[in-house]
C-alpha cells in the first residue's frame, strides 16, 4: 500500500535527501488571489462581510459573531462527565507543563555603573483560530489558550467556524473547553474570514452590541485558506507559523512493533487527505509487516477512505535505510512534526534527533498521547520547518525587551568604543551624541530664515 524509497547502499547529501523524501505540497501562493478579496473585504466592512462569508462558505450565518454566555454555558452543561473529566485532566497537564517554561526576568552588571535588564512581557491580545471542518478539535482550544494564560496576556478571544448542525454556533466541546479554560470570548466566524477579522476588527459597534476589538497576534493551525490569510496579516499582527497538512515519521528497527506502528501511522493520516506518514527502518522485514498491517487495519476507522487517501498520496511512505545511523540522518533530514522513535535503545536514538517539532520516545509514548493528555503542545511546525523553529509554547505569547541602564561613569569609561565604532561606520553623529554629554560642545547656531 506505502510507496517505498530504499536508500541503501547510497550515500545522499543533505539536499539530495530531501528531494527523495516523501513530502507533501501545499502550495499556499497559488491561494492568495482567492484569499485577498476576503481580507480586503472583511479590512473594509468587518463582521457583515464576515456573516455573509459564513453563509457562504459554511452554509449559515449565525446570530451575532460573539457568541452568548448563555449559549456557552448550555454547551458545558451538555457535556458527558466522561468528556468533561478528559478536559480537565488535559488542560491540568499541559498547564503544568507550560507554567514551567515561563523564563524570569535577568539582570546582569556588563560594568560598574552599567546593567542590562532583559524583561519578558506577554503580548496583550490574542487571537485563537480553532479549526471545524472535518473534525472536532477541542484539545487544540487548550493548546492554545493555556499557553497563552500561562504567559500573562490579558485578552483571549477563540474564532471557530459556525457549524450548521449547531445552529450556527461552533461545535459545543469547543465551547465547552473555552468555558472550563475560563476564555469567555468566543467568536463564530471560520476560515480566511476569522484571521482578517481578528486582525482588524470591527470596533464600529454597528452590526455587534460589543465592539469586536483586534487582536496582537493570531495562533492555531487550519487549512491552506487560513494560512493563506495568515501570510497576508502578518503585517498587522504576529503569527505563529504557517502551518502546512500533519505529519508523523516513524524511525524504528527490527524490534519496533508492527501492530502499533501500523496503528500511530493510520491515526495520522485520518487528519486529513493530505496529511503526511512515513516510516524509516533498517528492516526490510518490519518495513513488510508495517505494511501489511496498515492495509488490513484501516479500513475498519471511521474515516477510512481519508486514511487511504493520505496514506497513498506522495507524502507518505517507507523509506529504507542501511543502518539507524543511516536513518538518524534521514530523519534530521526529513523534520518531522512528529517523530517516533522506535528502536533497541529508544532513548538513545532520540537523543541523536535535532530536528523535529517533538519526539516520541519508545512504544508507549504514542503522537495521539502528545495529541491530547501528554502535557506537551500539539501545535508544531511542519513541512520541515522544525529545521529552524519550534512548536507552540507559552514563549510564543511572550516578547523580551531589552533594558539598558548606565550612570555617568559606565558612558564615560565605554564612550571611546562608541565614538571609534560609529566614526568606523560612518556615523558621526552617533558619536557626537556621546561626546555632548561630557564635553563643552559650541551652542548651534540658529538657522538662516527662508526668504
Known sequence: MLTITDLRGRTPSVAQLRAALPRGAADVDSMIPTVQ??????????????????????????????????????????????????????????RAFHEAQKPADMTLEVAPGGTLTERWIPVERVG????????????????????????????????????LDNDGWPHPTILAACDLLGVDEVWAVGGAQAVALLAYGDETGETEAQPLAPVDMVTGPGNIFVTAAKRLCRAVVGIDSEAGPTEIAVLADHTADPIAVAYDMISQAEHDPMAASVLITDSEDLAAAVDKEITARYEITL????????????????????????????????????????????????????????????????????????????VLPTSGTARYSSGLSTHTFLKNVHVIEYDETALKDIAPTVIALADAERLPAHGEAIRARFENLPAAEPAAEQE
Open 128 to 163: 485563537l483560530y480553532v479549526p471545524g471542518g472535518q473534525a472536532v478539535y477541542p484539545s487544540s482550544v487548550i493548546m492554545n489558550a493555556v499557553p497563552a494564560q500561562a504567559a500573562g496576556c490579558s485578552s483571549l478571544v477563540v474564532a471557530s467556524p459556525p457549524q
Open 37 to 94: 478579496p476576503v481580507v480586503t473585504d472583511i479590512k473594509a466592512r468587518g463582521a457583515a462581510a464576515a456573516h455573509e462569508f459564513s453563509e457562504k462558505f459554511d452554509g449559515i450565518r449565525p446570530a451575532s459573531i460573539r457568541v452568548p454566555e448563555n449559549i456557552i454555558a448550555a454547551a458545558t452543561a451538555s457535556l458527558t462527565a466522561e468528556v468533561r473529566q478528559a478536559l480537565e485532566e488535559a488542560i491540568r497537564r499541559v
Open 303 to 378: 474515516n477510512a477512505d481519508r486514511v487511504r487517501e493520505a496514506l497513498t498520496g506522495p507524502q507518505s511512505g517507507i523509506v529504507l535505510v542501511d543502518d539507524m545511523a543511516q536513518g538518524v540522518d534521514v530523519a534530521n533530514a526529513y523534520a518531522a512534526e512528529h517523530l517516533e522513535v522506535h528502536t533497541a535503545d529508544s532513548a538513545a536514538t532520540a537523543a541523536q534527533i535535532t530536528n523535529a517539532g517533538a519526539i516520541f520516545v519508545g512504544n508507549f509514548s504514542p503522537v495521539p498521547l502528545g495529541d491530547y493528555a501528554a502535557g506537551s503542545n500539539h
